[in-house]
């Protein structure tokens, strides 16, 4: 199995909206065949593998697969149809499909054919693999994560501004390696114009990639200067969707659209766009999952309306203690910690002294708000 996850892996973030998996089929203790989920359309893992070895399987063979095999007739067929045709009789499953159209109907399925079925085996991380499709098949909608990184006492930066760098190089490493796993990844107005980004995932061995990229600009402030930042003007710009509210005028609309820049408006009485009014394009355009790098206000806001689902929070042992540096969240007002908000399914990494922890958003019942530093009154 686990070399079943790492077949998996080799395809990551390609196969949205659909799953990562893998699967390999042994026969005799030895590796025969592997199999790894195809881009959207193409063949699922098992199917592959079973191409992939070119002939029947020996008697004894058992296939492994990080997720329960589909029973439903889809664009290339169930699987476990495949499975049953081959003639296999032992399948081991890592994690169960939380798709409702086939949860536990392929273990059903194999069963009814006489096949062995052990599942469970390394569930959780198999399960850990497909933290995008699982979210987007049980809500219906894109999985928003953030990505931050602090501070011992919870600051991104120091009072003048310098915050490069918090984090060392392998955790900066690292942020790549989930920026190529989401489809989109989105950041406020002022760190396009603080930082100037590229947005793209560069790891070591790997041609470039660039994600959709999405900039909240709801004055669209990033097009007033004539020195366009990178998203704008670089050989991705048409992989650069701007969000929008009619408050920033159709003027600069109409130059962003001229240089190759989508836009997308929203309707807001306020500057600020409706983060539920993103989520549900999102979902239209099949987008299953958008991952926010800053700013902090932007991130600290999206708790606020609670719309944030996920978040990665990389930890240096650094310790600022200046009162006046730039915290990392803002806009709370709890007054007991019953009050705050946590995280769920917790997982830890560490990177050379850095600690990365992310999890699942859990609000609790009633989020007190400080007021005045969201401006709402």
Known sequence: MR????????????????????????????????GATAPDGGPHAERLALLARGKTPRPGATLYTTLEPCSTHGRTGACTDAIIASGIKRVVVGATDPNPAHLGGGYAALRAAGIEVTQGVLKRECTDLNLIFNHWITKGGPIIAAKVASTLDGKIACRNGESKWITNARSREDVHRWRRLFPGIAVGAMTVLKDNPRLTARREGEKEWCPLRFVFDGLLRTVVDKNFPNVFTDEFRERTIVVTTPHGGLGYVRKLRDMGIKVWTF???????????????????RIPGVLVEGGAQLISEMIRTRQLDYLFAYHAPVLLADEKAKSIFSGMRPEKIEQAVRLADVRHETFDGDVLMHGRMQYPDKLLVDETVFGVR
């Open 267 to 285: 309707d807001s009485p306020t500057q600020r766009v409706s983060f539920t009014d993103f989520r549900k394009k999102c979902t239209e355009e």
């Open 3 to 34: 070399r079943a996850l790492e077949v998996a892996r080799s395809v990551w973030g390609t196969t949205h909206p659909n799953p990562m998996v893998g699967a390999i089929i042994v026969e005799d203790g030895h590796i025969v065949a592997e």
